[in-house]
């Protein structure tokens, strides 16, 4: 269950390796099938669409239908952009109406697939993931933990991992204290950074202080930056903040209530963020969150265990070993085709050139978009 579009088509698509030869059978497991493409075109600039079914080699039964987007990001015509549901955190949307909600005279949103599970009750549609927009941290809540990463990098190259750090502080007057988290609830003696990404306002109660900054001119937001920043109002026991494009709210409460009440308009503070993917640092211009089971993909071979071992729906995004062929796949379920596990998803994208990849979730929200065509996947 996703609600997030990957990007411009590019984001998640990716163009067939050189190396990779079409071969008529593919084993899934122990089982061998049989692939017939359907459907095969170029969908945009560097961009390669491919629908097949599969059916085992024994009966012809099993059917199981999948969809590929392959693009090349070192095409200068590409780029890659998250959108999140609705626009803001919170919210549902289809990636059809994701597309044509952000499409402009220039840029066309041609193709993308969902991305992320996501809240279910309350706030239903926020993703339970690390999610990144356009080099800035739109969710970073506490339960990412143990969930693998899908992601671009600021140079177009994928960044996929098995777990994401991050860490944040804020100086004021030469004292420093920790950013607990981006756009998710604030909790007791916590400071808590929100941005345009979360929608309106804050949605703090009224038991805190909030900041209103300004990045000074020259400085700009990546997910590894050091950055000043103007404050330009200081709320005590308000809360509910309005944000702006531009603009960002740093909240806290108890001790770091007290600590961002120091501030006073016109002071400029520091603001810093780190973040790495399996220790590593990133600057990533767009992530996604995974499942909690291993990647289906890594270092070339199709990973063989801790796998999620029922047959769904799937979707999944995967690099080539340079990082810039991108593949996106969605694999149908839970009608005349039958699904797979994310083990079979795995080989589907390594059999098309992944030398990673991640499951980012299944289920009846699994959807590949094409410009033209809309959803073309029979959705459960």
Request: charge should be negative.
């Amino acid at each position: 269950m996703k609600k997030i579009l990957p990007f411009i088509i590019g984001l998640f698509v990716a163009l067939l390796c050189s190396d990779v030869q079409a071969q008529p059978n593919i084993l899934l497991g122990n089982v061998e099938y049989t692939i017939d493409t359907l459907e095969t075109f170029q969908c945009g600039p560097g961009s390669e669409y491919i629908a097949i079914q599969l059916r085992r080699v024994s009966d012809r039964q099993g059917r199981i239908d999948a969809y590929i987007l392959k693009v090349d990001s070192k095409n200068p015509y590409i780029s890659f952009e998250e959108v999140l549901g609705s626009g803001k955190v919170v919210g549902t949307e289809r990636p059809s109406d994701m597309a044509a909600r952000n499409t402009t005279d220039t840029k066309i949103f041609f193709g993308g697939t969902n991305g992320d599970f996501f809240v279910t009750q309350g706030d239903v549609g926020k993703p339970v993931g690390v999610t990144i927009v356009n080099n800035e941290f739109a969710t970073f809540p506490d339960h990412h933990e143990g969930r693998r990463i899908g992601a671009i990098d600021e140079q177009m190259r994928g960044a996929i991992g098995n777990a994401a750090s991050f860490s944040g502080s804020v100086t004021i007057a030469g004292e420093t204290k920790p950013i607990k988290r981006v756009n998710y609830s604030r909790g007791e003696n916590e400071l808590v950074l929100y941005n345009i990404h979360n929608g309106t306002s804050t949605n703090t109660n009224e038991h805190g202080t909030e900041l209103l900054v300004q990045l000074v001119e020259g400085d700009t937001w990546h997910t590894n930056c050091d950055v000043k920043a103007v404050v330009k109002t200081v709320e005590n026991g308000k809360g509910n903040m309005s944000l702006t494009a531009g603009m960002n709210v740093l909240s806290g409460h108890g001790e770091m209530a007290t600590f961002l009440s120091t501030a006073n308009e016109g002071d400029t503070i520091a603001i810093q963020l780190a973040f790495t993917i399996d220790g590593e640092v990133k600057n990533i211009a767009q992530c996604i969150g995974g499942d909690t089971y291993a990647l289906i993909v890594e270092n070339g071979q199709v990973v063989e265990s801790n796998f999620w071992n029922e047959l769904h729906p799937r979707t999944a995004f995967g690099q080539s070993a340079e990082g810039d062929t991108l593949l996106f796949c969605v694999v149908d379920g839970r009608g005349k085709s039958v699904g797979c596990n994310t083990q079979d998803s795995g080989a589907i994208m390594h059999h098309y050139g992944a030398y990673k990849a991640v499951n980012w979730d299944g289920g009846g929200s699994s959807c590949m978009y094409l410009q033209h065509f809309g959803q073309v996947n029979n959705g459960s």
